[in-house]
């Protein structure tokens, strides 16, 4: 019993320390939950985007399809035969020029294909024209319009005739009579530009077009090529005698406001990296609708084989203050006579403000100077703008003196207003609605006036959504 009773005595008891919660420990916990909260409300409280003002422009242009009017004379063939043509497509022919050939065999063609290529070859200035032919009929290809891709092919293949069998005709003339080729030359009797793209609308004036003769998928074209055989008193070429042209598309209501003031229109063709200025006008078509006419002078060999033309009506180009339209809000303002706008309060101030007419508890008036923040000025009208706020310096049905009046007759209603566009200005660290002067825009973005003494600068930081705050919000950026 003693033995077992010394061996418990010698049980070992683990002793707990007490917890001591000192300052420093109330400290720790204290910043431990601070900064958890904070982590929670960053996450939880919507982000603010913001956008920095740059100077940028916006160039409108409207597109369009339009239809080409020429000076055209289709010619015809004299009698039935193979034709092989010796004029590329949209070179101008003197009076005189073979511009084709036809025999009745077919024999001159093949001796041609045989022959001239060992004895004539193509220089690098019509190796030149062809890439350019071929580049210009890329940049004005689409889908919709697949079947001219033949027609490309025969007017290419008209154009190394020229160049290769023009030539081979004097050099191989004797080989010909020799083996019995019998073929006749074609020339015009008239200069002018030379076409192979024959269509229906060669006869067709520019006043008798209706909203079906723009409709791409009812037009055909033909052009024939070296080798065909053609039947005789069939459209073989054209030949286009001036260099004035016409472009008619059809125009809204709205771009006829747009355009009323304007003579001439500067349009650029998606096919072509240059500018043209055509003379303007509007008629009504042959289906009382109303069209636009473009006439002119120069550049029409460069579009002698198209009849549709797409292009865009270059507008002025609008430089500013570029603002994306997510940024922007509608505020109602207060239209106040400029006259009655002062200044007061410090002497070094210069705060803006007005003379209000007030009444204390007694009903006793008196004009007390209210400050207020003017959002913009337009000297022409002579007015300014006040915002339009809740428990603002001024509201409805308050009277403004104007300055040095001695009498009551001399003061203004508060009341008209008007909605004013704006944005809002985050560079104090809160949002503050500042007036834009809209100039233009493209959907995307406004570009607006800048330089204005109320308004934005370069540089100015603006909320990107104008709809994720409100006016005075403080803005974590």
């Known amino acids: 019993m003693a033995k077992k009773k010394k061996q418990k005595d010698r049980t070992v008891v683990r002793y707990r320390k007490p917890l001591n919660i000192n300052i420093g420990m109330i400290i720790f916990t204290v910043i431990f939950f601070y900064l958890i909260l904070n982590i929670f409300t960053y996450f939880r409280k919507p982000k603010i985007q913001f956008y920095e003002v740059a100077e940028g422009s916006i160039v409108n242009n409207h597109t369009y399809t339009g239809v080409i009017f020429r000076d055209e004379n289709v010619k015809t063939t004299e009698s039935t035969g193979y034709v092989n043509f010796f004029i590329r497509e949209g070179k101008r022919a003197a009076r005189g020029s073979t511009i084709?050939?036809?025999?009745?065999?077919?024999?001159?063609?093949?001796?041609?294909?045989?022959?001239?290529?060992?004895?004539?070859?193509?220089?690098?200035?019509?190796?030149?024209?062809?890439?350019?032919?071929?580049?210009s009929f890329s940049l004005s290809y689409g889908d919709s319009n697949f079947s001219n891709v033949y027609s490309e092919q025969y007017q290419l293949q008209s154009a190394v005739a020229e160049y290769m069998n023009l030539n081979a005709l004097g050099t191989l003339a004797q080989a010909m009579q020799e083996q019995g080729i019998n073929y006749k030359q074609i020339t015009t009797d008239q200069a002018g530009v030379i076409s192979y793209v024959i269509d229906s609308l060669e006869d067709v004036s520019p006043e008798s077009v209706t909203a079906e003769t723009f409709d791409k998928s009812k037009y055909t074209r033909t052009s024939s090529r070296s080798g065909d055989l053609i039947e005789q008193n069939s459209p073989i070429y054209k030949l286009i005698g001036s260099e004035t042209w016409s472009l008619v598309f059809p125009i809204s209501e709205e771009d006829q406001k747009t355009f009323s003031e304007k003579k001439y229109l500067t349009i650029k063709p998606s096919s072509q990296s240059l500018k043209l200025s055509g003379a303007y006008s509007t008629f009504t078509g042959g289906d009382g609708k109303t069209y636009a006419r473009l006439d002119f002078s120069k550049y029409m060999v460069r579009f002698v084989s198209d009849r549709f033309l797409n292009f865009e009506v270059v507008t002025n180009e609008a430089t500013g203050l570029k603002i994306p339209v997510s940024a922007v809000a509608s505020h109602d303002f207060y239209i106040i006579p400029k006259e009655y706008l002062t200044t007061g309060g410090d002497a070094d101030s210069g705060q803006k403000g007005f003379m209000k007419q007030t009444y204390n508890q007694n009903g006793d008036q008196s004009v007390v100077f209210t400050p207020v923040d003017v959002a913009d000025t337009d000297d022409e009208q002579g007015i300014v703008y006040v915002e339009k706020k809740d428990g603002g310096p001024v509201g409805d049905g308050d009277y403004l003196i104007k300055p040095d009046s001695s009498g009551t007759d001399d003061r203004y209603q508060v009341g008209k207003t008007e909605t004013m566009s704006g944005v809002y200005n985050i560079n104090k660290g809160y949002a503050v609605f500042r007036v834009i002067d809209k100039l233009t825009e493209n959907g995307e973005y406004i570009i607006a006036k800048p330089n204005s003494a109320?308004?934005?600068?370069?540089?100015?930081?603006?909320?990107?959504?104008?709809?994720?705050?409100?006016?005075?919000?403080?803005v974590y950026r």
């Open 100 to 135: 084709y050939s036809l025999d009745e065999t077919g024999e001159l063609g093949k001796f041609l294909a045989q022959n001239s290529g060992s004895n004539t070859e193509m220089s690098s200035d019509s190796v030149a024209n062809l890439k350019q032919q071929l580049s």
């Open 454 to 474: 109320y308004g934005l600068s370069v540089y100015d930081r603006i909320v990107l959504d104008a709809s994720s705050v409100e006016d005075g919000q403080l």
